[in-house]
Structures are given as structure tokens and as C-alpha cells.
């Protein structure tokens, strides 16, 4: 990344790895529209558990990189409601949570 003046990195945890998996292929990005002032990368990272013990899976990442601080604004805040819609459902299904 970094071809832009400005970055924003959240991590999201999720109960389970295929949690993770799912919000990940719900929320990949379609190609941006505007490439050259926005940019989106999301990965799955594992996680530190008790005693350090390895979690795989459990923690999404997105990165973000804009040209402007109101396209990484408007940016992220797409991905956010998008994120908000996955969760819900997740949720509402009861999908991992048992």
C-alpha cells in the first residue's frame, strides 16, 4: 500500500475463525472505483489467546489508504456499515456462537 498521505488500520475479533472467514468474503472489496485516491485490504490474522496460546483466524484486518481525509472518511465509513450488516446477521443466526 502506501501510496497515500493517509492510513487507518482496524482489527476486528471475532468469536470464531469461520466468523472471520465469513465477514472477510461478505465485505472483499469489488474493485475500487477510484484507485488512485482509495485503497481497501482485508486480511485474516490469527490471534493471542490465554497464555499467548495462537488463535487462528479469529481477527480481521482492514487497511485503508486515501488521498484525502474525507475519502478515507466516506471510505470507511462504507466499510463500516457493510462490517455492521455482517455482524447482525451473524448475530441474528446465532451463526458460531454456541
Known amino acids: 500500500m502506501s501510496k497515500h498521505d493517509h492510513h487507518l488500520t482496524l482489527t476486528i475479533p471475532f468469536h470464531t475463525s469461520r466468523q472471520a472467514e465469513i465477514a472477510y468474503n461478505a465485505i472483499?472489496?469489488?474493485?475500487?472505483?477510484?484507485?488512485?485516491?482509495?485503497?481497501?485490504?482485508?486480511?485474516i490474522k490469527d490471534a493471542s489467546g490465554p497464555g499467548d496460546q495462537l488463535i487462528a483466524g479469529r481477527i480481521?484486518?482492514?487497511?485503508?489508504?486515501?488521498?484525502s481525509e474525507r475519502v478515507l472518511r466516506v471510505g470507511v465509513n462504507g466499510f463500516l456499515d457493510s462490517l455492521g450488516v455482517v455482524v447482525g446477521c451473524l448475530k441474528d443466526l446465532d451463526y458460531g456462537t454456541t
Open 28 to 43: 472483499s472489496p469489488d474493485p475500487q472505483l477510484k484507485p488512485d485516491q482509495f485503497t481497501q485490504v482485508l486480511s
Open 60 to 67: 480481521l484486518v482492514a487497511e485503508f489508504e486515501a488521498a
